[in-house]
């Protein structure tokens, strides 16, 4: 049976609506299902790559148990992923700060040195404090990370996050990883200047998120090279980063800096670079929407209509809870084991590319499951 790498995805990504695995995806349940059975997490990501024909190298950051945390503005502290945009949800607050418990968790075997030997080290897209920020908080990966000499890359989310990042700008988000991590960890920000159908947004706007403002000015304050990128694409219905162009930049960063170093005869920048013109000469057709918005016109609306759902329905969550409607409202799934109170593993995932097997060089990112 050949494989169908579109039909595996959307199975993995499938979300049960109902009944007691309301809100899990199967992927969560095959990983659960693949710890069980080899009791040991690391061997079951390894055991996944044959069964879902996955390339490259997936490393769990830690092997230990860990529990995200979060201090809110007003004092108050959240233990739990699932728990932290839930709580903030009922807040008119933001994070302060996240941390991990214990503190002091073990690094996996196998990161350390994947970071050293990284070209490029990208950080993101995702949940900032409750995927992004938690993995460089594991001990000895964010030091790894700042005496990598590969290029550190963020990559910044197209929309803002309800429950964390609410009125975010690019810079925020970039200020939010310094204050935790310190100097030295983003050397370039990938950031989305794509046009997106108005349709999707109001959808995203009723929800409570919005596009992330490019206040680019303030980002470049924060020391980071900016580089802008048509990185939105629609997949079932919801904004996402197209993969593809996030690695022809990472691609054209390695090449233009073999090529500065005088290596355009070195089998890496030859590959990489062919790479480059393939995509180049085979663009994919992108589905445009006929009455486009200006982009920093749909920005500001955006925004505008965001205000108008996400502070009413803060006040209406508040007045609920004080009259003691809110529990019923969000009680239901306090119980399932993979809701708010289960540890979620944070993985590092490491695609290797050699030269000499006819690929480019290490490309290391984070991804959280």
């Known amino acids: 049976m050949p494989f169908n790498e579109e039909k595996l995805k959307n199975l993995i ?11 899990l995806s199967f992927g969560d349940i095959y990983l659960l299902a693949m710890q069980n059975l080899y009791s040991d997490f690391s061997k079951s990501i390894e055991k996944s790559k044959n069964i879902l024909n996955i390339t490259g190298r997936v490393l769990p950051v830690t092997q230990d148990e860990i529990e995200i945390c979060a201090e809110l503005t007003d004092g108050t502290t959240i233990k739990g992923k699932n728990e932290i945009p839930e709580v903030l949800g009922e ?3 933001n994070i302060k700060r996240v941390y991990i418990s214990p503190s002091n968790c073990r690094v996996a075997a196998g990161v350390l040195e994947a970071i050293k030997e990284a070209d490029a080290i990208v950080i993101g897209p995702g949940s900032l404090y409750t ?3 938690p993995n460089l908080l594991v001990k000895g990966v964010s030091k790894a990370i700042k005496e990598s000499k590969g290029f550190k890359i963020y990559v910044s989310n197209i929309m803002t996050e309800p429950g964390q990042t609410y009125n975010y700008s690019l810079s925020d988000h970039i200020k939010a990883i310094k204050r935790h991590i310190g100097e030295g960890i983003i050397d370039y920000c990938i950031y989305d200047t794509g046009e997106i159908t108005p349709e999707y947004i109001r959808r995203y706007n ?3 998120s919005e596009l992330v403002e490019q206040d680019i000015q303030r980002a470049k304050a924060e020391g980071v090279k900016l580089l802008k990128r048509d990185l939105a694409t629609i997949d079932d219905g919801c904004i996402r980063h197209n993969p593809n162009a996030i690695a022809e930049a990472i691609i054209e960063l390695v090449c233009e800096d073999l090529k500065f170093k005088d290596k355009q005869n070195d089998p890496e920048y030859l590959i990489l670079n062919q790479k480059l013109k393939y995509k180049k000469v085979n663009p994919k057709k992108k589905n445009k929407w006929k009455g486009k918005w200006k982009t920093a016109l ?30 019923l409202a969000y009680g239901e799934n306090k119980n399932i084991w993979f809701s708010q109170h289960s540890y979620t593993p944070i993985y590092f995932s490491v695609e290797h590319y050699r030269p000499y097997k006819k690929q480019p060089k290490t490309r ?4 959280s499951i």
Request: glycine share 8%; charged share 20%.
């Open 13 to 23: 990504k499938h979300k049960f609506t109902y009944g007691a695995l309301k809100s």
């Open 91 to 93: 807040k008119i607050c």
């Open 131 to 133: 995927n992004v920020i």
């Open 206 to 208: 009723m929800q409570g």
């Open 298 to 327: 749909l920005r500001q609306q955006s925004r505008n209509l965001c205000s108008q759902f996400s502070l009413p329905f803060n006040k209406k969550v508040e007045g609920a809870m004080e009259i003691g409607e809110y529990p």
């Open 364 to 367: 290391c990112y984070m991804i």
